[in-house]
């Protein structure tokens, strides 16, 4: 049977209502995961759910230990993840509160365990990277943003930066000449690691700020968690949608 696990982002640190069947400490090869992963009834179905930055959002994007969560993930048999990602908008149609599911990826992270193979590395584990996101999972979080009638841009290309720090405006400026339309710090290495294991796996990304240097001062954290409180409502009705047609 499949499953689905959901990792929650920066604003979704737990799912409302969701009905604690069991919770697994996996000790993994990499170390452990950000947490227990919380398996549960949510909607009339089962799903797993792992809050990348701990429960209580004490780890920061750099420190997260990728490898162990999708490692972990994997172990429990989980085939399919709906990864939630807190971004800075950079391209036009991308302002703060607006959600999208990219379609691309630029990785600009750096000293992040990239693989599970670099102790043990063969020519067959050049995995296929083409096209980082899985297209039906993109597909259905659109659908259920459809259905909900909330408006959800379709495609753009994630840039992963390193953080914790934002970027300069001169960075974004970078990015943007690069083509990226949102920016992150998390979306690397957990799309390739998902894809080493064949887990499917998409981005439901909510803009939360302009990124660096497109909009009138500086950015505060004040900005971001009030878009934050705002976008995770509709996030949480689109998820909801996801887990009910499983
Ligand atoms: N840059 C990088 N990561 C982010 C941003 C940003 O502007 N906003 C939310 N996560």
Same mark, same amino acid.
């Given at each position: 049977?499949?499953?689905? $696990?959901?990792?929650?982002?920066?604003?979704?640190?737990?799912? /409302?209502?969701?009905n604690?069947?069991?919770?697994?400490?996996?000790?993994?090869?990499?170390?452990?995961?950000?947490?227990?992963?919380?398996?549960?009834?949510?909607?009339?179905?089962?799903?797993?759910?792992?809050?990348?930055h701990? +429960?209580?959002?004490?780890? @920061?994007p750099?420190?997260?230990?990728?490898?162990?969560?999708?490692?972990?993930?994997?172990?429990?048999? =989980?085939?399919?993840?709906?990864?939630?990602?807190?971004?800075?908008?950079?391209?036009? /149609?991308?302002?703060?509160?607006?959600?999208?599911?990219? /379609?691309?990826?630029?990785? %600009?992270? %750096?000293?992040?365990?990239?693989?599970?193979?670099?102790?043990d590395?063969?020519?067959? #584990?050049?995995? /296929?990277?083409?096209? @980082?996101?899985? *297209?039906?999972?993109? &597909?259905?979080?659109? &659908?259920?943003?459809?259905?909900? #009638?909330?408006?959800?841009v379709?495609?753009?290309? %994630?840039?992963?930066?390193?953080?914790?720090r934002?970027?300069?405006?001169?960075?974004?400026?970078?990015? $943007?000449?690069?083509?990226?339309?949102?920016?992150? !710090?998390?979306? !690397?290495? *957990? +799309?390739?690691?998902?894809?080493?294991?064949?887990?499917?796996?998409?981005?439901?990304?909510l803009?939360?700020?302009?990124?660096?240097?497109?909009s009138?001062?500086?950015?505060?954290? $004040?900005?971001? *968690?009030?878009?934050?409180?705002?976008? !995770?409502?509709?996030? #949480?009705?689109?998820? $909801?949608? =996801?887990?009910?047609?499983?």
């Open positions: 049977m499949a499953k689905l $696990a959901i990792i929650g982002g920066t604003g979704l640190s737990a799912l /409302d209502g969701l604690i069947l069991e919770q697994h400490s996996v000790s993994t090869p990499f170390g452990s995961p950000s947490g227990a992963i919380l398996e549960g009834e949510l909607h009339g179905k089962t799903v797993f759910f792992l809050p990348r701990g +429960a209580k959002h004490t780890i @920061p750099h420190k997260i230990n990728y490898r162990a969560n999708i490692w972990a993930l994997h172990y429990l048999g =989980v085939d399919r993840i709906v990864a939630v990602a807190a971004v800075g908008g950079i391209r036009d /149609d991308l302002a703060p509160s607006v959600l999208a599911v990219p /379609d691309q990826i630029i990785d %600009y992270t %750096y000293g992040r365990e990239q693989n599970f193979y670099s102790d590395f063969t020519s067959d #584990k050049h995995i /296929d990277f083409s096209y @980082p996101y899985d *297209e039906n999972i993109r &597909q259905q979080l659109l &659908q259920s943003a459809l259905n909900n #009638k909330i408006m959800m379709d495609g753009g290309t %994630y840039g992963a930066t390193q953080g914790p934002l970027e300069s405006a001169a960075e974004i400026k970078r990015m $943007a000449q690069d083509g990226c339309a949102m920016v992150g !710090m998390t979306g !690397m290495p *957990e +799309a390739t690691l998902a894809r080493e294991l064949n887990i499917a796996y998409a981005t439901c990304a803009i939360v700020n302009w990124a660096a240097g497109l009138d001062g500086l950015i505060t954290m $004040a900005q971001i *968690e009030q878009t934050i409180a705002g976008g !995770m409502t509709q996030v #949480k009705q689109i998820l $909801a949608d =996801v887990i009910r047609s499983q």
